[in-house]
């Protein structure tokens, strides 16, 4: 079975300087493996295509384990996984589902490596006024507080 974490040594090395980073590594009992990458910007076929050789040249099939391996851009509409990829979707609409089961829709104001602040627009009966209004709120998430966060994408 190829070694994972030799796998994921070759895999960042490979995108060193690219902007490009490592968002899931998956490698099944029958050496199945499923490389996910992200990147700031727009990650190409070229640039997958260039981390599979960087695999390809480390763990050579005819002399070692065989292997199938797909590499590929983590999808749109995939949940966030990492504080860089919720600072990447600042500004975004998300919708998040908490540990304790709220779903939320709103935009994702900020992100650090702890959380992020999600503002929601809610409807609010205000003291003084006879009929609810909309307000916006802010509510500050820790990652582990949250079983998944989604990019809203409209078209």
Same mark, same amino acid.
């Given at each position: 079975m190829i070694d994972k974490t030799e796998l994921e040594r070759v895999i960042n090395e490979a995108l060193e300087g690219t902007g490009m980073f490592l968002v899931t590594l998956k490698v099944s009992k029958d050496n199945i493996i499923d490389v996910a990458l992200d990147s700031d910007e727009d990650?190409?076929? +070229?640039?997958?295509?260039? !981390?599979?050789?960087? @695999? =390809?040249?480390?763990? +050579?099939? +005819?002399?070692?384990?065989?292997?199938?391996?797909?590499?590929?851009?983590?999808?749109?509409?995939?949940p966030l996984l990492l504080p860089r990829q919720y600072r990447n979707s600042v500004g975004n609409d998300v919708e998040v589902l908490t540990a304790d089961g709220r779903k939320l829709k709103g935009v994702l104001e900020d992100a650090d490596d702890e959380g992020f602040t =999600? @503002?929601?627009?809610?409807?609010?009966? =205000?003291?003084?006024?006879?009929?609810?209004?909309? !307000?916006?709120?802010?509510?500050?998430?820790?990652?582990?507080?949250?079983?998944?966060?989604?990019?809203?994408?409209?078209?």
């Open positions: 990650i190409t076929i +070229d640039d997958c295509v260039a !981390v599979n050789d960087a @695999v =390809l040249a480390a763990f +050579d099939r +005819d002399t070692g384990e065989d292997y199938e391996l797909t590499v590929g851009s983590y999808g749109l509409t995939s =999600l @503002v929601t627009t809610v409807k609010k009966k =205000l003291e003084g006024k006879k009929r609810p209004e909309m !307000v916006e709120e802010r509510e500050r998430f820790n990652y582990n507080d949250i079983k998944q966060t989604k990019n809203i994408i409209t078209i």
